[in-house]
């Protein structure tokens, strides 16, 4: 028997833009559930700040949450829709029935990681991945690790791993100089504290060389990771180390979105001036409507959670900030834009699809997404396509436009009838 | 400006367009196939690919023991992505109704001189011992197979390219006059035959073609290897699938190669959205824990539905479209198109040789239904 639970709003994504969202709408005195997978709430960059508090900012936010009238379900995955206003969660003790009157979605953003050969040797992990693993007890002191990618997230899980003991040899950031710069000055003056968080990153990393215009081209081991290939297109040279951490900018998870029909345009959920999508009393928060870092996360949060409780006043005030984080953010997107010869960085043997073993080889014969996942199996194993649609995208320009239930893989017995959603047996 | 010239030109890259490329290219036609859509992505993508023989009337089981025949004939041919695995199927029997049912059907197979095989309790028990304890038995019918139909449809479309077929992919037909079809990229193709291959599509160039579009819904899971060694049907099955206008849900279960388990599936009528509904999903996968209850501990990666083109008799449109000469109708495979693609080709390139045929032409023509104007 399906348990169920009623909110007025419902937010999924207990990250920034799902906390602001949270607090502001409980502000209106109506009922407010927050669902997130984790076991705790923080979503990417705040997690685990309620035990070891690190961002002055988080403090502000969790101390509101704490006084907050909000119910915070954590451990709990949603799954799939259950009908209009319902959504299917997965809990540790089964399935669980969500009822909303309006819902907010706040489910954030993945790495996006992209093939080469070698990338599939143990040893070779996301940069979020390993950064997580290492949160998680994976002893990192006196390892040697090579972060390469995109994005200033390089920088982030490289200081942090610094501080729990790994020897950071090299980070490798594609994006060139000259891209980097106009991005550093527009840093300079319109972001002062961004500009302080940097430089206090940079003092952080002091000794490890910060590479522009360079990528993985492979990696080498035996059973094992034993050193990186790496290329400015010009030269090759190896780099020895543990682990390589790669990440390549971030992609929005839009798997719930699309469930729920939300308009997705150039990659991102479409949401008007109050952050509602396509689909009526449906809200939507943080980096899922394009990747733009913290700021920008927690005022969309803070719009959607006003305009979803009939406080558009308040949402109104917080319209110029937005645009601030955005123009914040399509700077930084522009100066990490990911160049082009990653396009022809995979072998044809390199997979591309680890669930399903497919090489990059049999995937681009293929003249669409569709197509290649019909005639592959690309993307049909237990992840569904999270690692490697959003390679694919990138390679091929094949956007992810749907997706089929459940988001997640869960028992079968999930899928059975609610009793609140009768249905007799055949 | 020229238009080119091409014999025939065969809509709709599913399994059946695909097959009856293949048959028309190695007959030394002129082929060219057309879809919107990558090969294989309606039906043929959706539908369970279990190769199997149906009994429910002398023309379908005539229909699926020659298309049978032709895919265990192909076994050695196809490619391993195909994954056609010769896993036999088992029809359930969960009461005494449907143990006569195995009976009658054990008369059925013997006369046609058709392997199979009953099954008692301990027996069954023995062949799939996760299924519920208490089943009367099983009939068994060992060359019954699986396979994934997206690939075998690549396949034949790649045979008949080996033939001299044409491809044409992003582009549908938007008219068939006589000798001419027109695309929707304002190009024509002059033919002298075209099939009309386009499974629920037809209905909607081809009004009075009596095919409506019934709604399946689907669930793969994870890799379990060994949990189900057969395809599983109950015997009831063939009941719901014919017998009834409104919703209905039956026990589907196939393994699959990669170690897999498909579970279907259900029957549904008008339902236009292809949106899984989760209360009809909870049906299938409730209906199938009743024979299996250890499913619902597997995890489900992904669930999805699709359309059968279905038709009032059950039996597919296979043949001249009355109305206009030089069209052809090969259509309306309801939950069969898989296995009956290969049945239906060669009747197609029956028609359009005129040469003497090994199956009856009769209960397959489109002009046996009112609907379709019959002056030929
Ligand atoms: C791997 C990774 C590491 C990062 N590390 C840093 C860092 O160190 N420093 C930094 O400044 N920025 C970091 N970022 C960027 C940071 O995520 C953003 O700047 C900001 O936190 C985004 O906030 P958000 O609320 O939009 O999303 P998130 O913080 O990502 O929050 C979304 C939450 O929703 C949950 N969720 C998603 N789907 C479901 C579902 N179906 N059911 C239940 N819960 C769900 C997620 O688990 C997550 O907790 C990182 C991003 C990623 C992807
Ligand atoms: C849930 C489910 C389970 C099934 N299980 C089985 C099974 O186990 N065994 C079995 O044998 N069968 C099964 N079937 C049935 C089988 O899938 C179909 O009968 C078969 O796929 C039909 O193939 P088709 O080529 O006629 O149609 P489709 O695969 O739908 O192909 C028709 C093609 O025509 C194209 N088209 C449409 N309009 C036009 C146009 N104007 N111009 C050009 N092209 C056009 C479409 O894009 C499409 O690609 C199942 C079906 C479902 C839904």
Redesign the pocket.
């Given at each position: 028997m399906t348990p169920e639970r009623q909110f007025d709003v419902l937010v999924v994504g207990a990250g920034p833009a799902g906390l602001a969202a949270a607090c502001c709408a409980a502000e209106s005195g109506r009922r407010v559930g927050v669902v997130d997978d984790n076991p705790d709430l923080g979503g990417q960059i705040w997690r685990g700040e309620r035990v070891h508090p690190h961002h002055k900012e988080a403090g502000a936010w969790l101390q509101r949450v704490r006084t907050a009238s909000l119910d915070f379900l954590p451990g709990m995955q949603v799954i799939g829709q259950n009908g209009p206003g319902r959504l299917l969660a997965e809990t540790a003790d089964g399935a669980c029935e969500l009822r909303f009157e309006r819902l907010i979605l706040a489910p954030g953003a993945r790495e996006r990681f992209l093939p080469f050969p070698g990338w599939t040797l143990p040893g070779v992990l996301g940069a979020g991945g390993l950064q997580a693993m290492v949160k998680g007890g994976l002893p990192i002191e006196g390892r040697r690790v090579v972060v390469a990618g995109s994005g200033p997230l390089l920088l982030a899980v490289a200081a942090y791993l610094r501080t729990r003991g790994a020897k950071a040899s090299l980070i490798a950031e594609q994006a060139a100089w000259s891209a980097l710069l106009p991005f550093g000055l527009a840093l300079l003056r319109t972001q002062p504290d961004k500009t302080r968080q940097a430089l206090a990153l940079r003092w952080a990393l002091r000794g490890v060389p910060y590479r522009t215009d360079c990528w993985p081209m492979r990696a080498d081991g035996d059973g094992k990771l034993a050193s990186v290939t790496l290329t400015n297109g010009r030269r090759t040279w190896s780099v020895p180390c543990d682990y390589l951490a790669c990440g390549f900018g971030l992609v929005p998870n839009l798997e719930l979105p699309l469930l729920m029909g939300c308009d997705v345009r150039a990659g991102f959920v479409a949401v008007d001036e109050m952050q509602q999508t396509s689909v009526n009393g449906v809200y939507g928060a943080g980096e899922v409507t394009g990747i733009g870092g913290l700021d920008k996360s927690l005022t969309e949060g803070q719009i959607a959670g006003y305009a979803a409780t009939g406080q558009p006043a308040k949402a109104r005030r917080l319209v110029a900030a937005r645009k601030r984080s955005q123009r914040f953010a399509a700077t930084l997107n522009t100066a990490f834009a990911l160049r082009d010869e990653l396009r022809h960085v995979a072998a044809p043997d390199t997979l591309v699809c680890r669930c399903e073993d497919v090489s990059y080889d049999r995937v681009r014969r293929h003249e669409s997404w569709r197509a290649a996942k019909l005639q592959t199996r690309c993307g049909m194993g237990p992840c569904q396509g999270r690692v490697c649609g959003a390679a694919t995208e990138f390679l091929f320009g094949w956007p992810t436009t749907s997706v089929r239930p459940p988001i997640y893989p869960t028992a079968l017995a999930n899928f059975l009838e609610s009793p609140a959603n009768p249905a007799s047996l055949a | 400006m020229s238009v080119p010239t091409c014999q025939v030109a065969v809509?709709?890259?599913?399994?059946?367009?695909?097959?009856c490329a293949r048959a028309l290219a190695q007959a030394d036609f002129q082929v060219v196939i057309?879809?919107?859509?990558?090969?294989?992505?309606?039906?043929?993508?959706?539908?369970?690919?279990?190769?199997?023989l149906i009994d429910d009337s002398p023309a379908q089981f005539a229909l699926t023991q020659n298309s049978r025949q032709q895919w265990n004939d192909l076994a050695p041919e196809l490619p391993d992505d195909c994954e056609f695995v010769k896993c036999g199927t088992l029809w359930l029997a969960a009461d005494e109704d449907e143990l006569d049912e195995v009976r009658r059907k054990e008369e059925r197979f013997r006369a046609a001189g058709v392997a199979a095989e009953v099954l008692d309790t301990r027996q069954l028990a023995a062949a799939e011992p996760n299924l519920r304890a208490g089943l009367l038995g099983a009939f068994f019918i060992p060359d019954d197979r699986?396979i994934y139909?997206p690939c075998a449809?690549r396949w034949m479309i790649e045979e008949a390219q080996r033939h001299g077929t044409q491809l044409r992919t992003g582009?549908?037909?938007?008219e068939v006059t006589g000798k001419e079809v027109r695309?929707?990229d304002g190009s024509r193709i002059s033919v002298e035959f075209t099939v009309h291959?386009?499974?629920?599509?037809?209905a909607?160039?081809l009004p009075g073609v009596p095919i409506r579009p019934?709604?399946?819904?689907?669930i793969i899971t994870d890799r379990y290897p060994g949990f189900v060694r057969h395809?599983l049907l109950e015997l009831g099955y063939i009941k719901k699938a014919h017998g009834t206008d409104t919703d209905s849900v039956s026990c589907?279960v196939?393994p699959r190669r990669t170690g897999q388990v498909l579970v279907?599936?259900?029957r549904q009528f008008d339902a236009e959205s292809k949106d899984v509904d989760p209360r009809m999903l909870a049906r299938v996968v409730a209906r199938a824990t009743e024979f299996l209850p250890g499913l619902t501990r597997l995890s489900g990666i992904r669930a999805w539905?699709?359309?059968?083109?279905a038709t009032p008799d059950g039996l597919p449109l296979i043949g001249p479209y009355p109305e206009l000469p030089g069209l052809y109708l090969?259509?309306?495979?309801?939950?069969?198109?898989?296995?009956?693609?290969l049945g239906t080709a060669e009747l197609i390139v029956d028609h359009l040789t005129g040469r003497t045929p090994r199956l009856p032409l009769e209960p397959y023509l489109p002009a046996r239904f009112s609907g379709v104007p019959a002056h030929a």
């Open positions: - | 809509l709709g890259a599913g399994i059946v367009g695909a097959a057309i879809d919107p859509n990558p090969i294989g992505s309606g039906a043929t993508a959706a539908g369970m690919g279990h190769i199997l699986v139909p449809a582009v549908s037909a938007i695309l929707s291959a386009t499974g629920c599509g037809t909607k160039m019934r709604k399946g819904h689907l395809a589907v196939h279907g599936s259900s539905t699709g359309f059968r083109a090969a259509t309306g495979h309801e939950g069969h198109g898989i296995t009956t693609s």
